[in-house]
């Protein structure tokens, strides 16, 4: 009997040195955090003991055989990294996180990892959803535009295509990733005027060759939108409308929540407007959700989809640098139809490890049509019916496996598979589909001063076979600093960057062109180095970087049948550009935020064998390339109001009517956009938006005039939620 009662003892006794530690993670304004990397360390130890994810409530909790004391640290995107110290007396525990100062915000898209960005020795940008709900943009494009280094050309108004540049790339050269899916077109190409961001948590922009994490097209930059969890205990509906200048209205609702294991969020988005002038009028209809389940305490599923489809007028070229110089097509129409969905699985463990498996699938479908030839046919502008059609498909599967041995050392390991296809009207052989394969591995360690990433990727592609992708990037800690110049840190990174071929440059067929289904990749070779200053207590920092990019292999157009007039895509084209990025980022009070850049690119058309544009031959600028180009955003986000001001000046460029009028240049610009709202009631908010507030006429693409200055005023309502 006393051997019994001294084993009941005993279990007792275990049972309550073991414990479950329950972590609650919560913004500045108490609101849970979902998706937050939670560690537990044993005091004075650098060795995880389990890392965890919190759930859709903000919760992580861990399996303890012992409670002792411990360290937790928690790294969450668009806040500083938190440690506190916990013991048995002080569970359940809540971290509340605090906003950032200037280098130290934590962000995904640099390492594909939670890590501070100055550790991840890359020049990343992040835009959070309370920024983003005050600036109310339209498209991708209108919030990208006020974003340092990225230069936005949109072909009109709204809907029009719209393209993006960074550090003189082409505008293919850029990845968009939406939750961690590919979402351009095969070969790079993606039209940032018509993804909205409504229900976006943030936004990342990472400048550079980033190959080595996302494979083909991140030959400049990458950018990533992620959505939005549902966090709040009760139901919250939120409801909105707002209308503007010419004949603007639009409309959005979602619901939203997180209970005991699961969380949803599921919104629709309605805008319309008539546009500026004839044919220029725009619609598009977004649906989506999102919806999380905590299966056990080790595993996360998670749903999403968005739909959005849209329609409008293309009124074509017509009115060049303030010039008239021809009427706008009155019936050229384009739509586009596309649907995204993804499903993912988090795992955490054993021990040290957490793995996330993803499956997706991405269709879009695009039309553009001319009926009447009303400007002409037989001359400029070539006014002829047409209908041109575009099926794409990208079907995937992705995993990654992240080991954390040590608080300053990780590695991340990863697989992808995708199986493209497509259907294009005018190319006469019917794609093939690709299957793509990949693996890559990226080591990230900090030693004292020294932080390092370094990584390769190993690619198997359909069209241009096999290749090795690598990176290395390097940031010291030169001077710790004081409170004036606080911390100086020196950067440098060394990456490649390969994008493959377009199905209509692969597959172009008879009669006038041969299919070339053996392009290579086109690639760019790249490096940057500079130094990052901070300034009063690193609430501010001055960044200066120099980058050099040579582009190789690029795909272009050659006659290979002078007889019978009959060409062939082939890689023959190379080019660089070079140049500088002065940045200005900070954090006045927590409330007020400031970015700023300034880029000179220097670009250079280094060999171009087919061309016969004088605006394409060896020594000439690349086009739509600003030798001089800068952005600003300045935000404020009160508790009963906020407000933005963002500014974006781009210089001359090179740039071509292609019709024959003699057009070679687009006249540089400057706008500004003005955004605010003020909280009526906790739960009722007005808000307004002005775009091109100084009223400038200008065209981002010579031929296609953007809109004037025009405004939007609306309301919003949440009823329920915390």
């Known amino acids: 009997m006393r051997y019994l009662n001294f084993l009941l003892l005993l279990f007792s006794v275990s049972t309550a040195l073991a414990a479950d530690l329950r972590i609650k993670v919560v913004d500045p304004h108490s609101a849970a955090v979902a998706g937050a990397q939670v560690s537990v360390y044993r005091q004075g130890e650098s060795v995880p003991l389990q890392v965890r994810s919190t759930s859709g409530d903000g919760e992580a909790v861990f399996h303890l055989a012992s409670a002792a004391s411990l360290r937790v640290q928690v790294l969450a995107p668009g806040f500083a990294a938190?440690?506190?110290?916990?013991?048995?007396?002080?569970?359940?525990?809540?971290?509340?996180?605090?906003?950032?100062?200037?280098?130290?915000?934590?962000?995904?898209?640099?390492?594909?990892?939670?890590?501070?960005?100055?550790?991840?020795?890359?020049?990343?940008?992040?835009?959070?959803?309370?920024?983003?709900?005050?600036?109310?943009?339209?498209?991708?494009?209108?919030?990208?535009?006020?974003?340092?280094?990225?230069?936005?050309?949109?072909?009109?108004?709204?809907?029009?295509?719209?393209?993006?540049?960074?550090?003189?790339?082409?505008?293919?050269?850029?990845?968009?990733?939406?939750?961690?899916?590919?979402?351009?077109?095969?070969?790079?190409?993606?039209?940032?005027?018509?993804?909205?961001?409504?229900?976006?948590?943030?936004?990342?922009?990472?400048?550079?060759a980033q190959s080595t994490l996302y494979g083909s097209d991140a030959m400049t930059s990458v950018t990533q939108v992620f959505s939005q969890n549902g966090t709040s205990a009760t139901p919250e509906l939120r409801l909105g409308a707002d209308g503007g200048t010419f004949g603007t209205a639009h409309g959005y609702a979602a619901l939203s929540g997180a209970r005991s294991r699961f969380d949803y969020d599921v919104f629709a988005d309605q805008f319309n407007t008539h546009g500026q002038g004839p044919n220029a009028d725009y619609t598009n209809a977004l649906q989506g959700g999102n919806f999380g389940v905590q299966v056990s305490g080790r595993v996360l599923f998670r749903l999403r989809a968005r739909h959005s489809n849209s329609r409008t007028g293309v009124p074509g070229e017509w009115n060049f640098n303030g010039q008239r110089l021809l009427p706008p097509d009155a019936d050229?129409?384009?739509?586009?139809?596309?649907?995204?969905?993804?499903?993912?699985?988090?795992?955490?463990?054993?021990?040290?490890?957490?793995?996330?498996?993803?499956?997706?699938?991405?269709?879009?479908?695009r039309l553009n049509q001319d009926t009447t030839p009303d400007r002409g046919c037989d001359a400029p502008p070539y006014d002829c019916p047409f209908l041109d059609s575009t099926h794409l498909n990208r079907a995937g599967f992705m995993y990654q496996g992240d080991y954390t041995p040590r608080t300053w050392l990780q590695t991340a390991v990863g697989y992808e598979v995708e199986d493209e296809n497509g259907r294009l009207t005018y190319a006469t052989t019917p794609p093939i589909p690709r299957l793509n394969h990949a693996a890559y591995v990226l080591q990230r360690a900090t030693w004292k001063r020294l932080s390092a990433v370094g990584g390769?990727?190993?690619?198997?592609?359909?069209?241009?076979?096999?290749?090795?992708?690598?990176?290395?990037?390097?940031?010291?800690?030169?001077?710790?600093?004081?409170?004036?110049?606080?911390?100086?840190?020196?950067?440098?990174?060394?990456?490649?960057?390969?994008?493959?071929?377009?199905?209509?440059?692969?597959?172009?067929?008879?009669?006038?062109?041969?299919?070339?289904?053996?392009?290579?990749?086109?690639?760019?070779?790249?490096?940057e180095t500079g130094f990052e200053q901070g300034l009063f207590n690193s609430r501010y920092q001055l960044s200066a970087t120099y980058f050099n990019n040579l582009f190789r292999n690029q795909i272009d157009y050659t006659t290979v049948d002078f007889v019978n007039f009959i060409g062939q895509y082939q890689n023959i084209d190379k080019s660089m550009a070079h140049?500088?990025?002065?940045?200005?980022?900070?954090?006045?009070?927590?409330?007020?935020?400031?970015?700023?850049?300034?880029?000179?690119?220097?670009?250079?058309?280094?060999?171009?064998?087919?061309a016969f544009d004088p605006l394409h031959q060896p020594g000439q600028p690349l086009l739509r390339r600003p030798k001089h180009s800068g952005n600003m955003l300045l935000t404020y986000l009160g508790s009963r109001w906020g407000a933005n001001l963002g500014g974006s000046f781009v210089g001359r460029r090179t740039d071509s009517d292609f019709l024959g009028f003699d057009v070679k240049h687009a006249a540089g610009y400057a706008r500004v956009d003005l955004g605010g709202w003020y909280a009526i009631h906790p739960r009722v908010t007005a808000y307004v938006n002005v775009e091109n507030a100084m009223n400038d006429h200008y065209n981002e693409v010579v031929g296609y005039p953007a809109l004037t200055a025009n405004f939007r005023a609306g309301m919003r309502f949440r009823i329920g939620g915390d």
């Open 579 to 610: 140049g500088a990025e002065l940045r200005l980022v900070g954090r006045v009070t927590s409330r007020l935020s400031w970015t700023s850049a300034y880029v000179y690119t220097s670009s250079q058309i280094l060999a171009a064998p087919a």
């Open 82 to 208: 938190a440690w506190i110290e916990v013991d048995t007396s002080s569970f359940p525990v809540l971290v509340k996180l605090q906003v950032a100062a200037a280098s130290e915000t934590v962000v995904v898209t640099a390492t594909r990892t939670f890590a501070p960005e100055q550790e991840t020795a890359s020049s990343v940008t992040l835009l959070s959803g309370d920024t983003i709900k005050t600036m109310q943009p339209v498209s991708f494009a209108d919030a990208m535009r006020f974003l340092p280094g990225a230069v936005v050309n949109v072909a009109g108004q709204r809907g029009g295509l719209g393209s993006l540049f960074v550090e003189g790339g082409d505008s293919r050269y850029n990845k968009v990733l939406v939750d961690g899916v590919p979402v351009n077109d095969p070969g790079g190409t993606f039209e940032f005027s018509t993804l909205p961001l409504a229900e976006a948590d943030r936004v990342e922009f990472l400048h550079g």
């Open 332 to 365: 050229q129409r384009a739509r586009a139809n596309n649907f995204l969905g993804d499903a993912e699985l988090l795992i955490a463990g054993p021990s040290r490890w957490q793995h996330r498996l993803t499956g997706y699938d991405y269709n879009t479908r």
């Open 456 to 527: 390769v990727r190993y690619v198997h592609n359909a069209t241009f076979g096999d290749k090795a992708v690598p990176r290395v990037a390097l940031t010291l800690a030169a001077l710790k600093g004081g409170s004036l110049f606080s911390g100086t840190r020196l950067r440098f990174a060394y990456s490649t960057g390969i994008k493959e071929a377009r199905f209509e440059e692969e597959y172009a067929g008879p009669p006038y062109s041969i299919p070339n289904l053996h392009l290579k990749a086109e690639q760019n070779r790249a490096f």
